[in-house]
């Protein structure tokens, strides 16, 4: 069965410093997505992607994110310059066109810990 | 703005004993309504999901959930839980964006077994 794999599965880094999540979405799917998810909390959406531009994002995804699909297989987050509370799970998902079932596959996730 | 709630941050069952976890949304039109589940330490597994007809779905590991619009909740069930069902369970409703769907999440439900 098809899976959304994400890379790496656990990073760590120190404050100030870029990082780059990477993510493989399932092959036939066109629409992206990032999540987060702080120690603890719930899963917060961050970002959709669709057709190579972002088609939505949170309050959360400030300017120190970006995402992009640098290829016809990689999607990914980048946080330009961490911050301590930038520690959390990041779970990427992908889904089909839009059909009726909307169902979005969400990878492991990449556990980042800024310290 | 859509939300989710989930009433119980914690329960805990007896093995073999019947289950059902607590989901309420508010959301206006009919609601696209998932459940995951997330083992500690790893991703979130779809359980089941619910767009329309039936209101009763059915899922993995045998789980159901029932769609009540009338009270605008979405429980989940299980007839005897195994101790494998240990884990942190999460409702959600897709955000029907412009262009691409956005899942909400409620706080989650962490459920333990008592041998």
């Known amino acids: 069965e098809p899976e959304v794999t994400q890379t790496p599965s656990h990073q760590v880094t120190q404050m100030g410093q870029e990082v780059i999540l990477r993510c493989v979405p399932i092959s036939n799917h066109l629409y992206f997505y990032w999540y987060r998810q702080i120690l603890g909390q719930k899963v917060e959406f961050l970002v959709s992607f669709y057709n190579n531009e972002i088609s939505e994002k949170s309050e959360i995804f400030d300017d120190q994110f970006s995402v992009e699909r640098p290829d016809g297989s990689n999607f990914t987050l980048k946080i330009r310059s961490t911050k301590l509370e930038d520690s959390a799970m990041y779970f990427c998902?992908?889904?089909?066109?839009?059909?009726?079932?909307?169902?979005?596959?969400f990878g492991p996730g990449t556990r980042l810990t800024v310290t | 703005a859509q939300s989710v709630t989930q009433p119980d941050i914690h329960i805990t069952v007896s093995e073999g004993a019947s289950l059902e976890l607590r989901c309420n949304y508010s959301y206006g039109a009919t609601p696209y309504l998932f459940w995951y589940v997330q083992s500690p330490g790893q991703g979130l597994q779809l359980l089941l999901k619910?767009?329309?007809?039936?209101?009763l779905v059915q899922g993995i590991k045998g789980f159901e959930a029932e769609f009540k619009r009338s009270q605008s909740s979405f429980n989940l069930r299980k007839p005897s839980v195994h101790w494998s069902d240990a884990a942190e369970y999460f409702c959600?409703?897709?955000?029907?964006?412009?262009?691409?769907?956005?899942?909400?999440f409620g706080s989650g439900t962490r459920l333990s077994i008592r041998p």
């Open positions: 998902a992908s889904s089909e066109a839009r059909t009726s079932t909307r169902e979005q596959y």
């Open positions: 619910y767009f329309s007809g039936d209101t």
């Open positions: 959600a409703v897709d955000e029907l964006g412009s262009s691409a769907s956005k899942i909400i």
